[in-house]
């Protein structure tokens, strides 16, 4: 398996004087004796740092597969470290290049949920049809981020407050997004007893400095299997979105979780990730387009919706960059390999071929064919 970044300095000096890049590279690389009084004081204390996502994931699956404590909450046995601390140096490196873990598409699908500032399960199905079962009756998913982000209780549109912050004040502490809330823990209806979900993520910070806009997102539990590949999708994008909104350049994006686990019914799955091959060290994503304000997402929010509706709507129709006409493509191919329909397949290929960024072709290896 050939990752993006690997260092392998070694360790010269007692325990408690090691330096954090020390403490890192050893737990990446599997332990060391030395470490050992360290952790045990720790209780697991995880940090990791990487230039693209695929090395990110990799080492986290290593340190819980080597080092996780058993743990039995509601929804399934798991092997679990506690305070975990990763950082993407590159986050345009979002996208994995894994056979099994490329999946661009349930992650640009929740993205796109979350910017249309929905809950609704409607939505999101067609993109991760496993959200059935965090629907509440009214078929919505109550931890869902859109409402959350947009307007939240009904009052704060939390995103762009935080860009009209920033705008502002660039050296700001105070741009901050709360996605959990205290209502979270009570239900509604006084019969139920909790919500199906929550939020999975409690905040998110913006930090501008050097010109450089970094995100920092704070969560209370994160799967590492299913949950943290779109999880980083989703946040940096935002990231991303929020710098060319402010005139910034994109920083790195810092994810802290308190519970970060593997479910025991994925193991298998996660071990066979780590003997899959070759996995591209080159990135995926280009710049994404400058933007001047929030409502620049609406004609992509409109699209999407067209293309749900109807598989066959004409992409090039559309007033967008070919950023994200590209991204569009990727899931007009999608819906048209789902529909087997007479033609599906010559019409994906045309939209293969006029994508601009032909990186975006691996994603359908071995699906056009």
């Known amino acids: 398996m050939s990752h993006c970044h690997v260092r392998t300095p070694s360790l010269t000096y007692p325990v408690n004087h090691v330096d954090i890049d020390t403490i890192l590279t050893i737990y990446r690389t599997g332990g060391n004796d030395l470490l050992q009084p360290y952790r045990k004081r720790q209780k697991m204390t995880l940090l990791v740092t990487a230039e693209c996502v695929d090395d990110l994931i990799n ?3 290593q340190a819980i597969l ?4 058993s ?4 929804k399934g046995s798991t092997l679990e470290i506690l305070g975990a601390y990763l950082v993407l140096t590159d986050p345009r490196r979002r996208i994995s290049r894994t056979e099994s873990r490329g999946k661009l598409i349930s992650c640009l699908g929740e993205f796109l949920w979350y910017l249309s500032a929905q809950n609704d399960l409607e939505f999101i199905k067609h993109f991760i049809p496993r959200y059935a079962e965090s629907a509440e009756s009214d078929g919505k998913i109550h931890g869902g981020y859109g409402p959350r982000l947009f307007n939240m209780r009904g009052l ?7 860009i009209n912050l920033l705008q502002e004040k660039k ?3 105070r741009a901050v997004i709360q996605l959990f809330d205290a209502s979270d823990l009570v239900p509604s209806k006084t019969e139920q007893q909790e919500y199906v979900d929550i939020p999975c993520t409690i905040s ?3 930090i501008v400095r050097r010109e450089e806009l970094h995100l920092f997102v704070c969560m209370r539990s994160n799967d590492a299997f299913m949950g943290l590949p779109h999880d980083v999708f989703a946040f940096t994008m ?3 979105l929020v710098a060319r909104l402010i005139g910034c350049e994109l920083g790195h994006y810092h994810h802290f979780v308190s519970s970060l686990h ?3 019914n994925d193991l298998e799955k996660v071990e066979a990730l780590q003997k899959e091959g070759f996995m591209s060290t080159l990135p995926v994503m280009g710049s994404m387009p400058e933007m001047h304000s929030l409502d620049d997402i609406l004609p992509l929010l409109e699209a999407e919706k067209a293309l749900r509706e109807n598989k066959e709507f004409d992409i090039d129709t559309t007033s967008l960059n070919d950023y994200w006409k590209d991204l569009l493509r990727i899931l007009k191919i999608h819906f048209l390999l789902r529909s087997r329909t007479s033609n599906h397949k010559e019409l994906a290929f045309q939209e293969l071929a006029a994508m601009k960024n032909q990186e975006y072709r691996f994603i359908f290896d071995g699906k056009l064919q």
């Open 59 to 61: 080492d986290v699956h």
């Open 66 to 69: 080597a080092d996780g404590l």
């Open 71 to 74: 743990n039995d909450p509601t």
């Open 156 to 162: 704060y549109n939390q995103l762009k407050n935080v």
């Open 171 to 173: 050296p700001t502490r």
């Open 204 to 206: 998110m910070q913006f």
């Open 238 to 240: 935002l990231q991303e």
């Open 262 to 264: 593997l479910y025991k």
